[in-house]
């Protein structure tokens, strides 16, 4: 199977907004050991980020909570050193991560607090983020978290809005609401679990820009697993742990590596427009690269794509 060239400009959907098809992820780079496993410095973050911005991708993912704002923070500090051109950042609007709040207000202070770390007056893309976390009726009434987010693009302080979330059937409903320009989900359409395949077919049918994240699943189809028993921040079931290994096993036995087949199956897709892969070490925009680029043959693709768990062991949020 062969790869799209990430560096190759994508329209993100309907936007105008032109992405590389792999884009930089910056959650660990906030420093957030409880839900990847391991700590980022600030020495660390800087050079991984000075690292990644130097190279071929053109879109950064952050977001207001990855590490209360840290990882918004970092990226400000490396953009100024590093100055890439064409530089597209999106980042997320969030709830009050001490109480919980999710209102209108909130959504507009998020969004100021983002603007002030990451040093500039407005965002291409912004999203609202995690609204698994407050009703949906909630979040769509007159002066909600919405349409408050809607205010902020009339203003221009956000070009474009998106949704970034997690459970695909409530993703499903906030991209039907025709609110949004662009979608993101994360670990529901990786080798491991499609549970995100109808939200996608949702989201192509209106035009809209699909960011797909996390294609290794937290880890579990990366290259360097640590023996990780963790599908997307929670405890994975032994199906799927047996179907990673055997995966593994079979990527070695052809020569190929398992996160190079993790990584093409979102690039492949039509559908999606940019894969967002965390890169919080030095050389690992290389290392994507050079996974991106991996000649896969047709049947060992096609083997890989057999050993997928069924159904009932997916997220199927």
């Known amino acids: 199977m062969a790869a799209v060239t990430p560096w190759r400009g994508r329209e993100l959907g309907a936007t105008g907004i032109m992405v590389t098809a792999v884009g930089i992820g910056t959650s660990a780079i906030g420093d957030m050991p409880g839900a990847h496993g391991y700590s980022v410095d600030e020495e660390r973050a800087a050079a991984a980020l000075d690292d990644a911005l130097s190279g071929s991708f053109n879109f950064v993912d952050t977001g207001a909570n990855y590490g209360a704002g840290r990882s918004e923070q970092r990226l400000a500090a490396s953009i100024a050193r590093v100055s890439p051109a064409g530089l597209v950042i999106a980042t997320k609007v969030d709830r009050d991560m001490?109480?919980?709040?999710?209102?209108?207000?909130?959504?507009?202070?998020?969004?100021?607090?983002?603007?002030?770390?990451?040093?500039?007056?407005?965002?291409?893309?912004?999203?609202?983020?995690?609204?698994?976390?407050?009703?949906?009726?909630?979040?769509?009434?007159?002066?909600?978290?919405?349409?408050?987010?809607?205010?902020?693009?009339?203003?221009?302080?956000?070009?474009?809005?998106?949704?970034?979330?997690?459970?695909?059937?409530?993703?499903?409903?906030?991209?039907?609401?025709?609110?949004?320009?662009?979608?993101?989900?994360?670990?529901?359409?990786?080798?491991?679990?499609?549970?995100?395949?109808?939200?996608?077919?949702?989201?192509?049918?209106?035009?809209?820009?699909?960011i797909n994240a996390a294609p290794y699943g937290g880890g579990m189809l990366s290259d360097a697993p640590r023996g990780t028993t963790r599908y997307s921040y929670r405890d994975a079931s032994s199906a799927t742990i047996a179907a990673s290994q055997k995966m593994r096993e079979v990527a070695a036995a052809h020569g190929i590596s398992l996160a190079a087949a993790a990584l093409q199956l979102s690039l492949d897709d039509l559908r999606i427009h940019c894969t967002v892969v965390g890169m919080s070490t030095p050389g690992r925009a290389a290392s994507t690269l050079a996974l991106a680029d991996t000649p896969i043959p047709a049947d060992v693709f096609a083997e890989l794509r057999s050993l997928t768990p069924s159904r009932d062991e997916w997220l199927n949020d």
Not at 117 to 131: A, E, F, I, N, Y
Not at 159 to 186: C, D, N, W
């Open 98 to 210: 001490t109480t919980g709040y999710f209102g209108g207000d909130q959504v507009l202070r998020s969004a100021e607090e983002s603007l002030e770390r990451l040093g500039v007056d407005s965002v291409p893309l912004l999203h609202l983020h995690d609204p698994e976390t407050m009703d949906f009726d909630d979040a769509m009434a007159p002066g909600g978290p919405v349409a408050a987010l809607r205010s902020l693009r009339d203003q221009g302080i956000a070009q474009h809005i998106g949704v970034a979330g997690g459970p695909a059937s409530l993703m499903k409903r906030y991209v039907e609401t025709g609110e949004f320009e662009v979608l993101q989900t994360h670990n529901r359409f990786t080798l491991l679990d499609r549970t995100a395949d109808e939200l996608l077919d949702a989201a192509a049918s209106r035009g809209m820009g699909i």
